[in-house]
């Protein structure tokens, strides 16, 4: 069976400009948590999602949003992009809103220069 | 902010076992200890959880203290592919609570 799968692997992008980085979660499972991991740091938690609906939320700006489709995969999107957006992005699945184990991709490695 | 303190850094001898302490000292009665381990440039891997009674499966032991305000990862025979940082996290299950990391412990795994 195929684990989290995200894409893209590695991204480079422009301050000011926009990004889409996309997951497809294990199959059947209905909760999406995206983290963000900044070299050095372990990750911190930017949203959960679970059947469509946001259900969680962290310490991040505005511009920062994501969504799950209803094939429960899911986008996270950063606008205005700062320098210090340049880190490793995590998508985690899990099969119940109130997850036990996690299961991470492989991440998308976002560098803004 | 991450409610578990470990140590920074660890090395272990190949085929040695390797024990990894965590202190959690304001653990509540209805959280959860859960290790995670990063290889480097993966994703956290799930590794075993526990409430109150010691834990094993094929990847790892966790032994929690009585008053639950510590615990110790054990890897039994660490191989060079288990050289990774190592996260403890307190977590309610049950409710809408995310993975809180923190900066967890290196450890190095020497032939």
């Not at chain 1, 969680?56 to 920062?64: A, E, K, Q, Y």
């Not at chain 1, 998508?91 to 036990?100: E, F, L, V």
Request: proline share 4%; glycine share 8%.
């Amino acid at each position: 069976d195929a684990g989290v799968t995200q894409s893209p692997t590695h991204l480079i992008k422009t301050r000011g400009q926009q990004v889409t980085l996309r997951c497809s979660p294990i199959s059947g499972h209905k909760s999406v948590s995206w983290y963000q991991q900044v070299l050095g740091q372990g990750p911190q938690f930017i949203f959960q999602y679970y059947e469509k609906e946001e259900r969680g939320r962290g310490n991040f700006p505005d511009r920062f949003s994501a969504r799950q489709f209803p094939n429960y995969s899911s986008e996270l999107n950063v606008n205005a992009l700062l320098l210090g957006d340049s880190a490793l992005y995590l998508c985690a699945s899990s099969s119940r809103q109130h997850n036990t184990e996690a299961f991470f991709g492989q991440g998308t490695r976002l560098t803004v220069v | 902010d991450a409610k578990t303190t470990q140590p920074t850094s660890m090395d272990c001898a190949e085929g040695r076992a390797a024990n990894l302490p965590c202190n959690h000292s304001t653990i509540s009665g209805n959280e959860y200890v859960y290790w995670y381990r990063q290889i480097h440039s993966q994703g956290p891997q799930y590794i075993i959880h526990g409430l109150k009674n010691n834990e094993t499966n094929e990847m790892a032991s966790l032994i929690i203290t009585e008053d639950r305000k510590s615990s110790t990862l054990i890897l039994p025979h660490a191989t060079l592919r288990d050289t990774a940082v190592y996260y403890c996290i307190v977590r309610v299950v049950g409710g809408n609570t995310p993975l809180v990391f923190g900066k967890g412990t290196r450890l190095s795994v020497i032939a």
